[in-house]
């Protein structure tokens, strides 16, 4: 049986807010592989630059258009963008809130300066986590093992004892390797599930 954990760590996109970017990106382009859009998109230069605040939104932009062949001008591309993550699914404060009764609660997320900027509902789960780890202020974007490693300093637990829920599956491996107790949910309703199964809730 597992010992409750002492923190529980959450991505946002795909767990606690719902994201369209692999959809805009298909009705932009007309790909219809899913799968094969997302994962260019995790693999892209680009965006590792621009979630690991290494680059300006304009710049990630042009780049972004140029290497992938978006049919949009930099400023077109950037006001959708501001779209792809939508709003917390429905239980996502709820969940955080109860699970704070039992752990200490926190997000990791990739991210970046325009979704917190435009996105109220980012920036509310987060201020209602006790830990923020976002890729853009870290400099280290998932599944990297730095930003799983400033995670673990930060929160001074032992890696088994923290949770950690994500919806992408490189991102649970790499969380895995260093020993934290990670696993892959997509929305609320699997996270709670986990926890539950946990011992948490």
Known sequence: MRRRPRAVLFDLGGVLIETVGTAEIARVTGECDGALIWKRWLESPWVRRFESGACSPEAFAAGFITNHGFPLTSAA??????????????????????????????????????????????????GSCQHRFLSYEIGHVKPDTAIFEHAIASLGCAPEEIVFLDDNEPNVVAAKRLGIDATQVKGVAAARAALANRGVL
């Open 77 to 126: 591309f950037l006001a959708s963008f501001r779209g792809w993550v939508t709003n917390a699914f429905p239980g996502a404060f709820d969940l955080v809130r109860d699970v704070a009764s039992y752990a200490e609660t926190g997000c990791l997320s990739n991210t970046n300066v325009v979704h917190w900027t435009h996105n109220a509902d980012i920036r509310a789960l987060i």
